[in-house]
């Protein structure tokens, strides 16, 4: 756990006083009890929080014991947000107090205010010895601590701006600097399916490799943080062995927002953790990376969101599998997007004109039976107002609850997922309490991981665009076979006008195609020399993304770019190296997959409608 700083600091006030300070990170909390880490918004807001996601129920205490600096009255600022605040003008949902040994402060916090700021709780008398500091849930809805200060000066209050804010962090933080992290043949950034399928690729190759995760467990999309079920077909096309590693860990239950056993968290770790060549760092955050002179990228740097630890791996080769493409923006590539214009590509899926509208993000929920057939749920009403007519009578919500498809997922993520929580308790409450649905079920689980579909997408040396698609255009350095329809969501026109300031319910229409072999060239970025993509950041259009995004489709978009470079290390070439002279070589590694031998097909799930040959 994050080391507590203690402090002498200078106030500055009528006469100078010397005040006794102490900063704890609430993510560094001894027990965080029933609060939950998310470090989903570090790059936006600064910091892992703290989390009280218990649906409507208080959740235990987060608990920390500490030694204060010397004896006197502390004043307690806790740093928080009051995340209803953009749609409800009154008090917020996620209202908390702070208890010091037991005696809860006078002040409540985090239900006022409409950004991340820092509040008073109220003061104590100190004593000798050890101290007791707890967040104490009064809802159960989602309040938020990034961290607590203790002051003998009450004027002492940290600042509230970001630049400032981090200045202040690092005079009250005793972390080393950057440790190194290892130097590897390939750094794997991003642990979903795609990210886990570069690195295992990589290693049975003979690579040394780190995959660096910035969650607790593997999977993405298809983890029980999200639970969205794996998609596309496999054993087609020109390389069926691309795939199959699939069937040594995959889930075999489908369906989305299903139960967090049905994702087989523990068996994607297994698979990842039995290959002797993979180093593994989960809660591992990259927002850094270094550049040699000529651009390509030298080591990234990745902050462990429950410590604040900082290291640094380094290697001749990178993979961006973090969906978001964060190591390539970092690193300068090239990207697009939002949706292309019609004729920039000539793609007749495509609006006229370009825009920022992307895919959203699904916040998926689901319910179960109550313990003894009566289910209960508070009434939350926070701005967003059901009527008969506009309600959802449904006990789950699946990947159709989407959210942010007009929205920048990139820069205001928690407020896209906060509004994903925000429709599923306002609709359930109002099935509950208005129509008296659903009471003998009470809620068993709301993500409070967002699912994101689309944000950046990297550039390649060959961009996948629409005609690739639909008339299967036959590259010389065709990979891995998509299978999946060209499937665009769009927020649902019905929705959007009975919710025309937040639409929340996505439609799509799918469009059948032939599958079709995507150019190895859509792999590596077109101008950071060193740099592979697996996943949904990819080089492609937002039309064609559509079709290559499930995550069946990336895992094999995985094993090819571990593939590619294992050659780039055996002929101590680049990326571009082995489209342009060492080809062969990787078809034939394709032809042969890296999967175990004589498996069972258990992948028959999910797989599309596409047209057969």
């Known amino acids: 756990m994050r080391k507590l700083l203690l402090s002498i600091t200078a106030a500055i006030t009528v006469c100078a006083v010397n005040a006794a300070s102490l900063l704890i990170e609430a993510e560094s909390f001894d027990n965080p009890g029933g609060w939950t880490a998310d470090s989903q918004f570090i790059d936006e807001m600064g910091s892992t929080y703290l989390l009280a996601h218990g649906l409507g129920k208080p959740v235990a205490d987060a608990e920390t014991r500490i030694q204060l600096p010397e004896e006197g009255t502390y004043h307690?600022?806790?740093?928080?947000?009051?995340?209803?605040?953009?749609?409800?003008?009154?008090?917020?949902?996620?209202?908390?107090?702070?208890?010091?040994?037991?005696?809860?402060?006078?002040?409540?916090?985090?239900?006022?205010?409409?950004?991340?700021?820092?509040?008073?709780?109220?003061?104590?008398?100190?004593?000798?010895?050890?101290?007791?500091?707890?967040?104490?849930?009064?809802?159960?809805?989602?309040?938020?601590?990034?961290?607590?200060?203790?002051?003998?000066?009450?004027?002492?209050?940290?600042?509230?701006?970001?630049?400032?804010?981090?200045?202040?962090?690092?005079?009250?933080?005793?972390?080393?600097?950057?440790?190194?992290?290892?130097?590897?043949?390939?750094?794997?950034?991003?642990?979903?399916?795609?990210?886990?399928?570069?690195?295992v690729s990589a290693a049975r190759l003979g690579l040394k490799v780190a995959l660096?995760?910035?969650?607790?467990?593997?999977?993405?999309?298809?983890?029980?943080?999200?639970?969205?079920?794996?998609?596309?077909?496999?054993?087609?096309?020109?390389?069926?062995?691309?795939?199959?590693?699939?069937?040594?860990?995959?889930?075999?239950?489908?369906?989305?927002?299903?139960?967090?056993?049905?994702?087989?968290?523990?068996?994607?770790?297994?698979?990842?953790?039995?290959?002797?060549?993979?180093?593994?760092?989960?809660?591992?955050?990259?927002?850094?990376?270094?550049?040699?002179?000529?651009?390509?990228?030298?080591?990234?740097?990745?902050?462990?969101?429950?410590?604040?630890?900082?290291?640094?791996?380094?290697?001749?080769?990178?993979?961006?599998?973090?969906?978001?493409?964060?190591?390539?923006?970092?690193?300068?590539?090239?990207?697009?997007?939002?949706?292309?214009?019609?004729?920039?590509?000539?793609?007749?899926?495509?609006?006229?004109?370009?825009?920022?509208?992307?895919?959203?993000?699904?916040?998926?929920?689901r319910s179960r039976e109550a313990d003894g057939g009566k289910g209960r749920f508070p009434k939350f009403n926070y701005g967003l107002v059901f009527s008969d007519s506009t309600c959802h009578r449904t006990p789950v919500g699946e990947w159709t609850w989407e959210t942010g498809m007009h929205s920048d997922q990139l820069n205001a993520f928690e407020r896209v997922r906060d509004y994903g929580m925000l429709v599923a308790y306002s609709n359930w409450s109002y099935l509950v309490n208005n129509l008296k649905l659903y009471t003998d079920r009470e809620l068993d689980w709301v993500a409070h991981v967002g699912g994101k579909r689309e944000t950046r997408r990297l550039l390649g040396d060959y961009i996948l665009k629409e005609d690739d698609l639909v008339k299967r255009v036959n590259h010389e350095d065709a990979s891995f076979t998509a299978t999946w329809s060209i499937d665009l969501h769009f927020p649902d026109p019905e929705n959007s006008r009975q919710f025309p300031d937040g639409p929340f319910i996505a439609s799509n229409r799918h469009v059948f195609i032939h599958p079709y072999g995507v150019p190895y060239r859509c792999l590596y970025s077109r101008n950071v020399k060193n740099l592979f993509m697996a996943g949904r950041d990819i080089s492609c259009t937002h039309v064609a993304l559509g079709t290559v995004r499930v995550m069946r489709t990336t895992a094999m978009m995985g094993e090819v770019v571990g593939m590619a470079a294992s050659l780039c290390r055996t002929h101590n070439a680049l990326p571009r190296d082995i489209y342009r002279q060492h080809l062969p070589e990787l078809k034939e590694l394709m032809a042969k997959g890296t999967a175990k031998e004589a498996l069972p097909d258990n992948q028959r799930y999910n797989e599309g409608h596409h047209l057969s040959d």
């Open 76 to 199: 307690v600022f806790a740093r928080t947000f009051n995340w209803t605040s953009p749609w409800h003008n009154g008090d917020g949902a996620g209202a908390f107090q702070i208890a010091v040994d037991g005696k809860k402060l006078p002040n409540k916090l985090g239900h006022t205010g409409s950004a991340w700021e820092w509040q008073y709780a109220g003061n104590f008398k100190s004593h000798t010895g050890q101290t007791n500091v707890s967040l104490r849930d009064l809802t159960g809805f989602d309040g938020r601590c990034d961290a607590v200060y203790l002051t003998t000066d009450k004027n002492d209050a940290p600042p509230a701006d970001a630049s400032s804010l981090a200045r202040f962090r690092a005079r009250h933080s005793d972390m080393p600097g950057i440790t190194d992290g290892g130097k590897y043949d390939l750094v794997v950034i991003g642990g979903g399916i795609a990210g886990m399928h570069a690195a």
């Open 212 to 365: 660096l995760q910035n969650r607790p467990v593997l999977g993405g999309n298809n983890s029980s943080e999200v639970r969205v079920h794996l998609g596309g077909a496999l054993d087609l096309g020109k390389y069926p062995a691309l795939g199959s590693m699939l069937k040594e860990y995959a889930p075999t239950i489908e369906g989305n927002a299903q139960p967090a056993a049905n994702y087989g968290d523990s068996d994607k770790l297994r698979w990842v953790m039995s290959e002797p060549n993979i180093s593994l760092f989960l809660n591992t955050h990259v927002n850094e990376v270094s550049l040699s002179p000529d651009g390509s990228i030298e080591s990234v740097t990745g902050v462990e969101t429950l410590t604040g630890k900082r290291a640094r791996f380094t290697a001749p080769l990178f993979c961006d599998a973090t969906g978001d493409g964060t190591v390539g923006f970092l690193a300068g590539a090239d990207f697009l997007i939002g949706r292309e214009s019609r004729l920039e590509f000539g793609e007749p899926s495509a609006p006229e004109q370009a825009d920022a509208m992307t895919m959203g993000a699904s916040v998926q929920w």
